[in-house]
């Protein structure tokens, strides 16, 4: 089914004028010339074509151009003898005209133009008429509020368009914004994952024998890693109920205050659970560090690596 819009209307209006002018032009030529009516018929014919043309093109002016063009052609073409002493109904054609192409305000003003034109040409006679001018100014009331009302219901139907638009491109971004956010929650459970991974591959905890932990350290100890370190295990030796807990750092690259402090609070809370906490892996240089940052390991039993730890049993 065709949904017929304004613009599709006014086509059809500006084709149907032109198709007229081409037939009149037609007539002035068969079947006998009549070349005084030819030239005058030719130039409308053009004159319509072309505003039909600019119409097309997108320029809105040429709807007004046409009724007044029109309005014209009526006026001056008609004949007088056909203009009175009856009430001549061509005064609506170019209202109706107006009512179609532009608005209330033009049907309106034309009508009046219209009837001003046929009366001054009849020197008033049925245009001054109480009963004509009655029945003149229902019909074109009649017109005048016909087209505010479709012009209302054009408008609200643009609103409902527009509404309707609106809603579904809301709907569109709710939906967009629920995808990205269950993407996103994916995302941060993957991270969560690889974060528990990433810390469990930092922090691992060997068994070594029956009750006995070896815990190796590598690269350097912030305060995320030392808390992370402490935490995993205080709970791996809870669980596997460990005695001893090897503690090597023979990755660690360098020690500082930081490190030392974060290696004395884990052996103090390994100790806290009835472990023995042997630190392994120190070297020449961790071991001058430590002596000039003056850090004593208190509690916490030194060897050279974790074999001669597990033999020192």
Known sequence: MIRLTQRLINHGVFGLIFAISMLALLLTLFPTPRWSSFF???????????????????YEWSRYALVALL?????????????????????????ALALVLTGPVWVLGSALVMLAAFAYRAGGGPYVDPLELTTFCIIIGGMVFSRLAVDSAQRLEAAMREAEEARRRAEQRERDLSAQAEELAQRNAEQQHLLELVSALETPTIALAEGVLLAPIVGALDTRRAQALTTRLL?????????????????????????????????????LLGCQVTLTGVSATVAMTLTHLEVALDGIHTVRSPQEALMSR
């Open 71 to 95: 309005g014209l052609v009526v006026v001056f073409s008609i004949n007088t003898v056909y203009v009175r002493p009856y009430f001549n109904h061509l005064v609506y054609t170019i209202p």
């Open 235 to 271: 709970n791996d030796a809870s669980a596997r109920r460990a005695r001893h807990v090897i503690l090597d750092i023979s990755g660690v690259t360098s020690v500082d205050t930081q490190v030392a402090q974060a290696l004395v609070q884990t052996a103090r809370s390994l100790s």
């Open 40 to 58: 005058p018929t030719a130039v409308s014919a053009m004159v319509t074509g072309a505003l039909w043309l600019a119409y097309w093109r997108g």
